[in-house]
């Protein structure tokens, strides 16, 4: 019997949801069954036999909905295996270093401890000014915020096979 995984994300311009559907097709290619869905959607988990779920970062936090699914489904996450990812920082260099030591929501830690997340992998991010509203260009300009693509996806493509060979395992 195939493990059926759901790789849900939180995105608010899509560069954490092409995270989310670069790791859905890895896991298709290691002949896993995949569904990729967007956290707003995410109905029962219980199809499901493992879990990746990620979300962009802002100010530190996750959006509300990939938060809502991780805290509101602590029961049914708890009883299979889940990997959690943040996207967000811009800039060269290792997106743990570029944010101090930060790597998750320290609010939604405890969950992340009590449903026994697998690996929480945090990957950079992208700013697209065209994509962005005013008060949002404001911002990133006056806290100098490199723009442009800074995801890494040998990074995110190596992550999604690790999950791959630990699902065969199970």
């Known amino acids: 019997m195939t493990t059926k995984v759901l790789v ?3 995105s608010k311009y899509g560069a954490t949801e092409a995270i989310a559907r670069r790791i859905g097709e890895v896991l298709q290619e290691a002949e896993l069954q995949v569904e990729v ?18 979300s962009a970062v802002y ?19 708890a009883e ?3 990997w959690l990812f943040s996207s967000g920082p811009t800039g060269e260099g290792e997106p743990v270093e570029l ?22 992998a945090f ?14 260009k404001l911002i990133v300009k006056g806290i100098k915020a490199p723009t442009g693509d800074y995801r890494d996806w040998e990074a995110i493509e190596a992550w999604a096979a690790g999950i791959a060979e630990e699902i065969k395992e199970i």
């Open 123 to 136: 990957f950079g991010g992208e700013i697209d000014m065209q994509k962005l509203n005013l008060p949002e």
């Open 99 to 120: 944010m101090k030591g930060w790597r998750f929501p320290e609010a939604l830690q405890p969950v992340a401890d009590q449903i026994g997340a697998r690996d929480t």
């Open 37 to 54: 869905q967007d956290a707003r959607h995410v109905g029962d988990l219980g199809e499901y036999g493992a879990v990746v779920l990620g």
């Open 80 to 82: 299979r295996p889940v």
């Open 59 to 77: 100010a530190g936090g996750w959006r509300k909905e990939a938060a809502d699914l991780l805290t509101g489904n602590q029961t049914a996450l």
């Open 8 to 10: 849900a994300y939180a």
